[in-house]
């Protein structure tokens, strides 16, 4: 088993590399580059640049040499420095910006997760035990709404809701005092009081799917034999259910928790959405958008 | 000691009530099951047999439920080698989920059943699931558990049982299955458990399980289509069609002497070697039963056989439900045919 997982783990390293060259040719293919914006940014300022200095230019960021240089250029200084260049957007290193973020938003997802599982799974469980019982028809309506739903939009609804109706902040992941200071028991106390609400956000998207792939899982299993045979050996109800249909029903549940690396990467944004302030204008508008024609009827 | 009644079902009757309708599974059965001794069920796809066998153990999957009829297990329980208690329970009366159920099911009465792959789940050792069931019913630790489970296999005759209890099911073959006898119960039911088997195999399988009987005084209530086997195994049988048992007897008046139209044809469709050899040659195929098992939800009236029966009697067959009668001591047929003969008729 080992042998295996390792190897499916040397097998990611091509995939990777061929990925960052698609990467990296994509980013250069749209005209402009890194020294054109400088040289923008110059003339705008006033400055007058001439050709002598845009040469130097582009020989000091490297633009000169051939394609495959600078890839290669690229690639060795992550692989062997961890280094992913500077941002010219943030003005930080890229590694400083890619860290910054994912810490938090892995936490984020992390939690998300742990949350969609302990609401989902035993739900999922239990209609399946009492299927067509009248739980099993609200829960089967409410997770089809679920499902129908956006999960963006749900997660506006659950902060228009709690800012509202409870007065409760959704901006920020720290609050004002706590922001600049080093970490501290208290700054990751109020770390935890500000995480709740997008770990529910973001749960709560994934738990009418994880119910309705629990419940036909273990509708599924439900029927085999060994579930039978568990409850000829004199198990308990509670027993039967847990040790036997249960642990091969989660399977698809559990094979998608690296499902949570892509959006600790590429999707911070959507948590962000709880985080920036600047962002709370768009998402108000996007409520009041959505609630306007709700009031017609 | 051998012939002691370890359950008796009386009149049982389970029904499933499905949006399509009221199937009777089992409709009216009355059986003994003694120690020592093996009970053959036959019958064919869909007529009530493990059904039968579900109920006693209380098992019965939704919507099925035992609608009528008492099932009444004789409890021994050995304090000491020599003293003895009896209880009397009435498996009828307790819950399916209840503790007391529970410690009876698997424990006292286990079962074996069909298929061997599906019977065990492939995510767990094959120690794990039989263990599971040994530290429920035993008071003993997770080490002793496992040595009984090595035990267990080791006396189902599979080599290297102390490598195997740690495997997983999908690692080994068909022939394993013995997991029910882990706890020597009173009654084993084997509900058609060498259907998926090769003949060498069953034939292992059949042994062990009277190895096993001899050596426990056990009672066997053996459910199969396979009329060989129960030749072979039982010494009583019952012939069970539409959810009634139609005929049951000894198992030698049973080939010799077959009374009800139903296990007429049911032995008559078995091949047999000389016929096969006789019937070269000539283009003549084996005899079957004519027709097909009804509807589940239809109630026949009269003998629920008499649409494909070929000593279909008009206005009596399909009008009046035959009684049971005992043609002969303890051989009891429900047919009109014996209507005359019965040494002593039983109104049902």
């Keep these: 088993m ?221 029927r085999k034999q060994y579930v039978t045979v568990a409850r000829a050996k004199g198990l308990s109800e509670f027993s039967v259910i847990v040790r036997y249909p249960a642990r091969l029903a989660i399977n698809p549940i559990l094979s998608s928790v690296m499902w949570l690396l892509p959006p600790a990467v590429s999707s911070w944004r959507s948590s962000s959405t709880c985080k920036r302030p600047a962002r709370r204008y768009t998402l108000r508008c996007g409520i009041r958008i959505c609630i306007w024609p709700a009031r017609i009827f | 000691m051998s012939d002691q009644v370890l359950a008796e079902i009386k009149n049982l009757h389970t029904y499933f009530y499905l949006a399509e309708g009221v199937v009777r599974a089992v409709d009216g059965v009355d059986l003994t099951i003694k120690a020592g001794r093996t009970l053959g069920i036959v019958g064919e796809s869909g007529c009530g047999k493990s059904i039968t066998a579900l109920s006693l153990m209380q098992l019965v999957p939704s919507p099925g439920k035992i609608e009528e009829g008492e099932i009444t297990y004789y409890q021994t329980i050995h304090q000491t080698e020599s003293a003895s208690t009896s209880n009397v329970i009435e498996i009828t009366k307790l819950k399916p989920n209840s503790r007391e159920m529970r410690a009876i099911r698997g424990n006292q009465i286990s079962m074996v059943f069909q298929e061997p792959m599906a019977a065990m789940l492939p995510v767990r050792t094959v120690g794990a699931q039989i263990m599971e069931a040994i530290m429920l019913h035993q008071q003993v630790n997770k080490v002793e558990a496992r040595e009984r489970a090595i035990d267990i296999l080791a ?134 039963i004519k027709g097909m098992v009804p509807d589940p939800y239809s109630v026949l009236p009269g003998c629920s056989f008499h649409p494909r029966c070929p000593q279909f009697m008009e206005g009596v067959c399909n009008e009046v439900e035959p009684a049971v009668i005992e043609v002969e001591p303890g051989h009891i047929v429900r047919c009109h045919l014996y209507a005359s003969r019965s040494t002593k008729a039983r109104a049902n």
């Design chain 2, 155 to 288: 006396r189902a005759k599979l080599p290297n049982a102390d490598r195997i209890v740690d495997t997983y099911p999908f690692q080994l073959s068909g022939g394993m299955r013995q997991r029910a006898l882990s706890c020597n119960p009173d009654i084993l039911i084997a509900d058609e458990p060498t259907t998926a088997l090769d003949v060498t195999t069953e034939a292992q399988i059949l042994d062990l399980m009277r190895e096993l009987q001899r050596e426990y005084n056990m009672a066997i209530m053996y459910i199969t289509h396979n009329l060989g086997v129960i030749a072979e195994m039982a010494q009583e049988v019952a012939v069970m069609y539409m959810g009634k048992v139609v005929e049951q007897t000894d198992v030698a008046s049973i080939f010799r002497n077959p009374l009800h139209p139903y296990t007429q044809a049911l032995l008559r469709s078995i091949p047999q070697l000389d016929d096969v050899m006789a019937r070269a040659g000539q283009k003549k195929r084996l005899e079957t």
């Design chain 1, 2 to 222: 080992l042998a295996y997982i390792l190897q499916r783990i040397i097998r990611v390293i091509p995939q990777l590399l061929l990925i960052s060259i698609l990467a990296f040719i994509i980013i250069q293919l749209p005209p402009g580059d890194i020294v054109t914006r400088q040289i923008e940014r110059l003339q705008a300022s006033g400055v007058t640049v001439s050709e002598a200095q845009a040469q130097a230019l582009i020989r000091q960021y490297g633009m000169d040499r051939p394609m495959y240089q600078r890839y290669l250029l690229w690639i060795s200084k992550i692989i062997t420095k961890f280094d992913f260049g500077y941002s010219y957007t943030f003005e930080k290193p890229v590694a400083q910006v890619i860290m910054e973020r994912m810490g938090y938003t892995f936490a984020i997802a992390l939690f998300a997760h742990i949350f969609t599982w302990t609401v989902a799974i035993p739900i999922g469980i239990y209609v399946a035990v009492k299927q067509y019982s009248i739980t099993d028809y609200i829960v089967t309506l409410v997770t089809f709404v679920g499902l129908a739903v956006p999960a963006f939009f749900l997660a506006m609804i659950i902060m228009y809701i709690a800012l509202t109706r409870f007065g409760i902040r959704t901006g920020g992941l720290f609050s004002q005092e706590y922001m600049v200071l080093p970490w501290s028991w208290g700054k990751f106390v109020d770390l935890l009081k500000h995480m709740w609400l997008p770990i529910i956000l973001l749960g709560t998207g994934g738990v009418a799917g994880t119910i309705r792939t629990m419940r036909a899982m273990m509708l599924d299993e439900l």
